[in-house]
């Protein structure tokens, strides 16, 4: 019981060295603790007290001299791999998110939202007031994606359709890969004005440019029209 009372130390901890990129700055040989937070700008004592107790869960290996490897769980922290959960761990340790967490009790006794007891509007209204932390939620959004799609694609057949919207689509890493397996699709990414600046953008959908449009508004007052397909992940909030 005590170790899932301080599950906050966890994520707050994991959310602190992804924001630093840690991860990042561990090669494929051990690093010292000094090294890395030289590297990333952080206190070496802090650094090594948090990363020893990351070692403990298997977040890190802690070898002689100070020195950390990265686990095959610590590796999904890294940017550059196909399972990276970075985004997420940024995000969880973002402020909207902390206060959510904090008005948990309020939820609990009615029912209603707890961002919207700490800000007094909703989570969109929230982020789009917060542009470093609606870009760390967009690459946790991302990164869901792309650990998911292994999953979903047994069951992602568009074969028999000629446009497909993805509504609350984010940066377009789900519409990117079923286009990437259905070359007749074309594909239409609508999401908010604040994300779709930013999705048009998006490397992940550059290799379809031609076959992807992108539409602004919001899910609880329309969407695309002239699609014979429409999809939607992890956005009933």
Known sequence: MMNLLWGKA????????????VADHIGDEPSTAES??????ANAGALYRVMRMLASIGVFQELPGQRFALTAVGRCLRTDVADSVRGVAMMVGDEWQMRAYENALHSVRTGESAIQAAYGKNAFEVLAERP???????LAMTGYSNVEVAVLDPILDFSAFTRLADVGGGHGALL???LGKHPQLEGVLFDLPEVTSQACHSPLLQPFHSRVSFETGSMFERVPHDCDAYIMKHIIH
């Open 10 to 21: 966890i994520a707050t901890t994991l959310s602190a060295v992804a924001k630093l990129g």
């Open 36 to 41: 890395l937070a030289a590297a990333t700008g």
């Open 132 to 138: 470093a932390e609606l870009a760390n939620f967009q």
């Open 176 to 178: 990117a890969h079923i």
